[in-house]
């Protein structure tokens, strides 16, 4: 016995380009840069654009080296 396997769906999916991308290197150095300076709000600004159930009370808490929690209390399905 032989079993063929199919796809769902007869269309080829194909994913939308990413529009935010980053095109230049000085674009890139300007991002990097904030991500150094600033990194827990830069983080908090990417997490904000994702669907939270619960939002976070903290965007970092390292009160306990080295098991650091990233947006502790927030609830969130990574799968969704």
């Not at 939270?52 to 306990?64: G, I």
Request: aromatic share 18%; hydrophobic share 40%; net charge neutral.
């Amino acid at each position: 016995m032989s079993v063929t396997w199919a796809l769902p769906f007869e269309t080829k999916i194909i994913p939308k380009l990413n529009s935010n991308r980053i095109v230049s290197i000085n674009t890139y150095k300007e991002i990097h840069s904030q991500t150094v300076k600033d990194y827990k709000n830069f983080w908090a600004s990417v997490a904000s654009e994702l669907d939270w159930y619960k939002p976070w009370e903290k965007v970092l808490d390292d009160s306990n080296p080295p098991f650091y929690k990233w947006f502790s209390g927030g609830e969130i399905n990574a799968a969704y």
